[in-house]
């Protein structure tokens, strides 16, 4: 098993299949992709190869994250690449919905799990003003597709922002009420781009977890391959509540999920300062070497993604790699 210096061990992998978004999210890419941005994106094969290797190394989950993933027009062959793979017992997307309504039966053929979808306002107008899209009643039909197929585990992420979406948790907690999803706020993250924009919107999660610990919501125990969220359940609610506070004391701690980026790049963490080529590893089906190299970079994961600190590291921006 991938296991770093600190004894944490890695069942998770976040693998972005392209930068390119067609949303312009004002926190992320609010004059869109550069225009070299689906260049020399990662391959099918190349995608086997290195969901091969994860595999072999302990690895049960996949999270197919770009970008936009759905902007990748062989998105289906992807998932059931992804879910074919022995020890993978997990194929999951995260996406901003655009083409949910009209190919999630298709994405739930080839093997998808589960979905998460970006929405960073339940009010059409801000959710227009955030993202410059005006597809919102489409994305929220698509979710409750989701539900009615019997997808398990389905989530919304929804990034705070002071100047836009602050005062929502009512109606987010309303939507959830009937619903079974989980609803994440996010805390904004500083990027290399952002960060003007970041000391304009950061909300710290803790005044949210506080809110819903006052109003009867109790935090719920993670599995082994579940993301760094913190969740909570209610038992009025069918839904979930969840918040990712990276700036929190101890995030790092039980860390346990590696990126792999569109350009076949390994990110051990988000906010490294360099990232690794596996290009030179993917060209053949003999994971072995790509293995052996996994284990013996992962002895230089930091301890930390160093935020509170304002380190950003290499990554521009979110869509880089998908959070």
Not at 88 to 97: D, L, M, R
Not at 137 to 146: N, V, W, Y
Not at 280 to 308: F, M, R, T
Request: contains cysteine; glycine residues 8%; aromatic residues 8%.
């Amino acid at each position: 098993m991938l296991t770093d210096k600190y004894a944490r061990r890695f069942t998770y992998l976040r693998l972005s299949v392209t930068e390119s978004c067609n949303f312009r999210c004002n926190y992320c890419l609010p004059n869109g992709p550069d225009c070299t941005s689906r260049k020399n994106e990662i391959t099918l094969p190349e995608i086997k190869r290195v969901v091969t290797a994860f595999a072999k190394t302990g690895t049960k989950k996949v999270r197919i994250t770009g970008g936009e993933p759905a902007l990748r027009k062989d998105l289906a062959d992807i998932i059931r690449t992804c879910k074919s793979v022995p020890g993978i017992e997990q194929v999951v997307i995260t996406t901003n919905g655009y083409r949910l309504e009209r190919d999630l039966d298709t994405w739930i053929e080839a093997g998808l799990d589960s979905i998460n979808v970006s929405i960073d306002s339940l009010n059409p107008g801000t959710f227009q003003m955030i993202t410059g899209d005006s597809r919102l009643p489409s994305i929220l039909r698509g979710i409750d597709m989701a539900l009615e197929r019997g997808m398990q585990n389905v989530k919304v992420n929804s990034v705070l922002l002071r100047d836009y979406n602050a005062s929502e948790l009512p109606e987010f907690l309303q939507y959830v009420r009937d619903r079974g999803v989980t609803m994440r706020f996010i805390e904004l993250m500083q990027t290399g781009d952002n960060r003007a924009y970041y000391k304009r919107n950061h909300v710290s999660g803790q005044s949210v977890k506080e809110k819903l610990l006052a109003g009867g919501w109790s935090q719920t125990i993670k599995s082994i391959t579940a993301g760094p969220a913190q969740e909570f359940s209610h038992p009025d609610y069918a839904g979930r509540m969840g918040l990712i506070m990276p700036y929190s004391t101890d995030f790092c701690a039980d860390c346990n999920r590696l990126r792999v980026s569109s350009r076949g790049q390994l990110f051990m963490c988000l906010f490294a300062e360099q990232h690794n080529d596996l290009r030179q590893y993917l060209q053949n089906d003999d994971s072995a070497p790509l293995i052996q190299h996994l284990h013996d970079v992962l002895q230089g994961k930091a301890e930390s993604h160093y935020l509170h600190e304002e380190f950003t590291g290499a990554t521009r921006h979110l869509a880089m790699i998908g959070g």
